[in-house]
């Protein structure tokens, strides 16, 4: 059983920021209860409770060898990998053109293009999204259908479940969380404001040492461990 854990950033049409994420951690079941083990001993490690959650806005001078310790922790953990959907250009978005109807239904149409490359045939998978408002129980449903459908997987055998969660009953999610705002500080330009947030300016240079041409440039479909997907909106 792998279980993929999935959040998004920017993702209103009207929000006021340029580019639009959605992001993903996939692990496998089997290995779940020790990753949550290890990052909860990180945070006692650097005096955090380990009800402390991990998250982008949350990255500060005071919390950044924990936010560092966290990141290199994803770099060199083999049971964990992301991918995300970088939507570069909001305002290039023309939902009529291309008969998305609207905003939210394109919204679960970017959800598609994140999950469908993240799922094989040879294993079974339960998904996890982040509760947000935009983000309702039957539209989650609606999604497993046309992921399933896509994959003939008629009966769920393959994609068993997906459900909303809480990000603070997950280290997982919450890692996703932190990963995808790092990509999204660099994408929607705070990365070469130099006002912007020194601390998150070091966590994106800590995922450069490893990732910066997959984050600047995107990934192919399928790229191990740091896979992302930069989608050009044209208008």
Known sequence: MINIYCDESC???HDKAKA???????????????????????????????????????????????????????INEP???????????????NHEKYNQGSHDLWYYKAYFYLLDAMIGYSEE???????????????????????????????????????????NESEILQLTDLIMGA??????????????SQAKKAIVNKLFEKYKTSIIRGTYRGT????IFLWKLVK
């Open 20 to 74: 639009m994420l959605l992001g993903a951690i996939s692990c496998s079941e089997s290995e779940k209860s020790r990753i949550y083990s290890e990052i909860r001993a990180i945070k006692e490690r650097h005096s955090l409770s380990t009800w402390n959650e991990i998250k982008w806005t949350s990255v500060s001078p005071s919390k950044l060898s924990f936010y560092i310790e966290i990141i290199d922790y994803f």
């Open 224 to 227: 191990s461990k740091m896979d």
């Open 79 to 93: 049971a964990l990998s992301f991918r995300a959907v970088v939507a570069k250009d909001k305002s290039n978005l």
């Open 125 to 167: 998978y339960r998904i996890f999204i982040d509760i947000k408002d935009t983000c309702g129980g039957t539209k989650v449903k609606k999604l497993q259908e046309v992921l399933c459908n896509n994959k003939y997987d008629f009966k769920h055998e393959v994609i068993r479940d997906i459900q909303q969660i809480k990000s």
């Open 183 to 196: 990509i999204g500080f660099y994408h929607n330009d705070h990365y070469s404001n130099p006002h912007s």
């Open 11 to 13: 993702h209103l049409e």
